[in-house]
């Protein structure tokens, strides 16, 4: 048969590169397990970071140091965390560190917020919701168009499907007059109309500046923050505070992170006391109160922790966990040296990605040459199929296996 040869060499590496994707997914399948991290929340009461384990009914919190503290303690050590147990059980504090405390400032002052990289590296549909920022009645409301930005701003009709030229003009002069150049980097805002107000969106234009863009009484409000001097901004995330103090978090190419206050019409970021982020990568949790933030980063080889003062965020306590090693962990460093993956770990798109493990795996890879070898006996193509197997193992392996022309003669 003619290219006999090219044909079964095709359908040879097609199988290795299918095996070295489906036969790493099912191993990690069936021993993968979760990250176990512990429940980390820094104490107003104790001025250090606490460990919380809710499985512990009866000594549910620990200090550092492993000293225990039972659930009413827990209760007194952490009260703005458990402000509510404690208004039933009528033991909230009235005040903390010279802080007035009630229910409404409580949950006025409460920050909660998650950052992971798909937030970036996701695609997007290119179409955004910009809700009026002060409607005359209570609630946000669903608009009824929705709009882009490309080579200019356009505000289209959800009905019709037809661009509203007046208002799509109307705030294109306000992005002309501010001096934003198109195309944008990106436009992030918050859509989800259950929030208690809304404040648009923040912009990276063509120049590296960033803007804030929404609606108030049905026009465009258009402003430069004047942020993007020294900082340069890789990424902002809205989030609408119920106290009003700040715009959202701002994001930075070197991994600082930064809030956005709004302080009598200007924009002035504060930046998070703690070590850069890797945005492609690690994962971010805050948790804020009226007196502290408590910060975790989840990173490929641990969490870290931090306690922050919310005024100042400056830190005022760190600790840290290595990962453990899971049994995925170990079994893939010495089956698999390497294998493959169509989707990434932190965002949506389909990518082939090769993963390496560790080269022990090879030790494997080499038993299956030579019993490769052996099996073949003295054909031509027997140390050549060897080397293939050394360097594809199993999945090699069981491609020349399962092959018709494994055993058939040159």
Not at 92 to 117: F, H, M
Not at 360 to 366: K, R, V
Not at 371 to 397: E, I, Q, W
């Amino acid at each position: 048969m003619k290219y006999k040869k090219q044909i079964f060499y095709l359908i040879l590496v097609f199988i290795s590169i299918l095996g070295s994707w489906l036969i790493p997914s099912l191993v990690k399948k069936a021993t993968h397990s979760p990250d176990n991290y512990p429940f980390v929340y820094y104490s107003s009461m104790m001025k250090e970071l606490g460990l919380v384990d809710y499985k512990n009914k009866q000594f549910p919190l620990a200090d550092l140091r492993g000293k225990r503290y039972s659930t009413a303690q827990f209760d007194s050590l952490m009260p703005l965390l458990n402000y509510r147990q404690l208004m039933v059980d009528g033991r909230l504090p009235d005040s903390i560190d010279g802080k007035e405390i009630t229910p409404q400032i409580v949950r006025s002052k409460a920050v909660t917020y998650r950052y992971t990289p798909e937030l970036m590296q996701t695609p997007r549909m290119g179409l955004h919701i910009l809700f009026e920022t002060m409607p005359k009645r209570v609630g946000l409301e669903m608009p009824d168009d929705v709009f882009r930005m490309k080579d200019r701003i356009e505000f289209i009709d959800a009905e019709t499907n037809r661009i509203n030229a007046a208002k799509s003009e109307l705030f294109q002069k306000a992005l002309d007059k501010a001096e934003y150049r198109f195309p944008p980097q990106w436009l992030s805002g918050n859509p989800n109309p259950r929030k208690a107000y809304d404040e648009g969106y923040f912009s990276l234009d063509a120049n590296g500046d960033l803007y804030h863009i929404k609606m108030v009484n049905g026009r465009p409000y258009v402003r430069n923050t004047n942020v993007a001097g020294e900082i340069k901004p890789a990424w902002f995330s809205m989030l609408e505070v119920s106290d009003k103090r700040f715009y959202g978090f701002l994001f930075d190419n070197k991994g600082d992170i930064y809030i956005i206050e709004g302080n009598d019409g200007k924009y002035a970021p504060l930046k998070l006391d703690i070590p850069p982020i890797d945005l492609t990568r690690d994962q971010l949790t805050i948790m804020g109160n009226l007196l502290y933030w408590t910060v975790s980063v989840t990173t490929p080889e641990g969490r870290r922790y931090y306690g922050l003062e919310t005024e100042t965020l400056k830190q005022v306590a760190a600790y840290s966990v290595e990962r453990s090693q899971t049994m995925w962990d170990k079994v893939a460093k010495y089956v698999f040296p390497y294998y493959i993956t169509f989707e990434q770990e932190h965002n949506d798109f389909l990518i082939p990605c090769v993963h390496y493990t560790a080269w022990y795996g090879f030790g494997l890879n080499a038993l299956l040459a030579v019993t490769g070898f052996f099996l073949l006996g003295n054909r031509k193509r027997s140390r050549l199929a060897a080397g293939y197997v050394l360097l594809t193992g199993v999945a090699g392996f069981i491609a020349l296996w399962i092959l018709p022309d494994f055993k058939i003669n040159e």
